[in-house]
């Protein structure tokens, strides 16, 4: 490992290749001091053989420009503290299986919180967004979320230098590239994405992971690390391996709990459960997301109220005693005027048939909030108006589900 003074400060350890890497970006010139452990004393890099054939393959300055003057700065220049203290100290590399659990529970707590933002404004901004999410592939899920959870990893490295996987286990990254640490932390996450995640791709992820984990071992650096980035990590005490580990399986934990529980939400979808409508003594069955529960409406109708949080949806079933003799367009235009001030419904009152009798359905949505859909299906019967209100939001009103709803609830009548 070699050390390097630039003006009056010491850098290093690095490794050969970061070195080399160093001198043909020219950020070393002749005149450097270097050490390593065998030297007695510091060195410059052109009385080197090793390193002078690289200096050998620089071009010359352009014709008519200027060499920037290097002071000579000799051995015996170079502050006491320098030779004696900080240069035989040499910090460590982190290794592969410190870095491995610091990367993954940062790259686990990041895409927790952005999924739980996401769904939190989806939830209430943007239900159809919630909806694909719900619906997509988990693996393109993963592969969309990598980059950006990457991305927010190096804002938190360029604003606060550590994360919380790094900061338990008290790894460093050091900057060997001179440009600025947002510059330098992005352009150091891009190429984990792509040298080391292999942009997601599980298969060739675990190629590329175990190719990094050789050189990391051997006490080289990353692919993407070389002659840019130094990551070093003294002696890890039991305590914070403890405090990692434990954080790590909390996380576990969480994260297998909050599956589980999507996963039940969705299976009550396909389960049924039994219903029977209080007036008329009728029986059904649906969808166990459904749950129900009876209210008294203002003007003493019967109503029935219904809630799915899964589907984000909500319903009600209601009958109320009409003149027999009433036509059912002109019960339906009535109820439409009397929900005006809280529903606007669009179009024409279509016609349909729902478990065998006659029916009429109309849709649009919440007066208040165009983006929540409404769905009005009303069947006259024997001096009676029955009707169903669909309330969605994210779902359209075609889904599979909502029509099954209806059905069941207008078959007990």
């Not at 006259?380 to 069941?408: P, S, Y």
Request: aromatic share 10%.
């Amino acid at each position: 490992m070699w050390y390097y003074i630039s003006g009056e400060t010491r850098f290093g350890p690095v490794s050969q290749d970061e070195l080399v890497e160093l001198i043909r970006s020219e950020k070393l010139g002749p005149s450097t001091l270097v050490w390593r452990q065998s030297f007695d004393d510091w060195k410059r890099l052109d009385a080197l053989e090793e390193l002078a054939v690289v200096l050998a393959e620089l071009p010359p300055p352009a014709p008519g420009t200027m060499v920037p003057h290097i002071p000579l700065v000799g051995p015996a220049e170079v502050s006491d503290d320098i030779q004696s203290s900080q240069v035989l100290v040499e910090e460590p590399l982190a290794g592969p299986w410190a870095r491995f659990l610091a990367r993954t529970l940062d790259v686990w707590l990041i895409t927790v919180l952005l999924f739980m933002a996401v769904g939190l404004y989806a939830s209430h901004y943007a239900p159809e967004l919630l909806v694909r999410i719900e619906n997509a592939n988990e693996t393109a899920l993963g592969l969309a979320a990598l980059p950006v959870t990457l991305l927010i990893l190096a804002l938190c490295m360029s604003v606060f230098g550590t994360t919380v996987g790094k900061a338990l286990l008290g790894i460093r990254v050091k900057n060997l590239t001179g440009a600025s640490a947002l510059k330098f932390h992005i352009s150091r996450e891009m190429g984990v994405w792509v040298q080391g995640y292999a942009f997601g791709f599980p298969l060739i992820a675990l190629v590329t992971l175990f190719f990094q984990h050789k050189r990391v071992v051997a006490h080289s650096p990353a692919s993407y690390d070389e002659g840019r980035a130094r990551v070093e990590c003294g002696r890890i005490s039991a305590l914070r391996w403890l405090a990692t580990l434990t954080l790590a399986a909390g996380m576990f934990v969480g994260v297998v709990a909050l599956i589980v529980a999507a996963e039940e939400d969705t299976r009550q979808v396909d389960l049924v459960q039994s219903w029977t409508n209080p007036i008329t003594g009728g029986s059904t069955s649906f969808s166990r997301t459904w749950a129900s529960t009876p209210i008294e409406a203002e003007s003493g109708d019967d109503l029935f109220y219904f809630v799915s949080d899964y589907l984000m949806a909500e319903a009600l079933f209601g009958v109320e005693e009409i003149n027999s003799s009433l036509a059912p367009l002109d019960y339906a235009e009535a109820l439409e005027r009397a929900l005006s001030d809280d529903i606007t419904l669009v179009g024409q009152w279509s016609s349909l048939e729902v478990q065998g009798s006659h029916a009429l359905r109309k849709s649009g949505s919440l007066a208040s909030d165009r983006n929540h859909r409404v769905q009005v299906t009303i069947v006259l019967r024997q001096g009676r108006a029955w009707r169903t209100i669909i309330f969605a939001r994210g779902r359209e009103l075609t889904d599979t589900h909502f029509e099954a709803f209806v059905n069941a609830a207008l078959s007990t009548i």
